[in-house]
Nanobody
């Protein structure tokens, strides 16, 4: 059974940095693309970043490009999202997801079939 556990979310001031992580178990982690998504109050579930199985290809939403960096450590079954220059509009619950196809990668939430419980990130102005 696939289990994803996000952690690292907290309250941070605007302009600050934060790294959230997602620990995976119950899957051959090194063969799946992973993604980070966000649920902000009153907004749609939003794709933020994705990384392929090898860590050699990444995707970013325009809203976070240049500020957020997704990386992965396959031996540790972990994917990270480094967030810099945080803005109040980055506030939300951050979720990691596993792509439903081995070696796949994409931007749509429907392409991901396993999710963690989320970690809250709050950016104060």
């Amino acid at each position: 059974q696939v289990q994803l556990v996000e952690s690292g979310g907290r309250l941070v001031q605007a302009g600050g940095s934060l790294r959230v992580r997602c620990a995976a178990s119950g899957l051959t982690f090194r063969t799946y693309g992973m993604g980070w998504f966000r649920q902000a109050p009153g907004k749609e579930f939003e794709f933020l970043a994705g990384i392929d199985w090898a860590g050699s290809s990444t995707l970013y939403a325009d809203s976070v490009k240049g500020r957020f960096t997704i990386t992965r450590d396959n031996p540790k079954n972990t994917v990270y999202l480094q967030m810099n220059s945080l803005k109040p509009e980055d506030t939300g619950v951050y979720y990691c997801g596993k792509h439903r196809v081995q070696y796949g990668l994409g931007r749509r939430s429907g392409e991901y079939d396993s999710w963690g419980q989320g970690t809250q990130v709050t950016v104060s102005s």
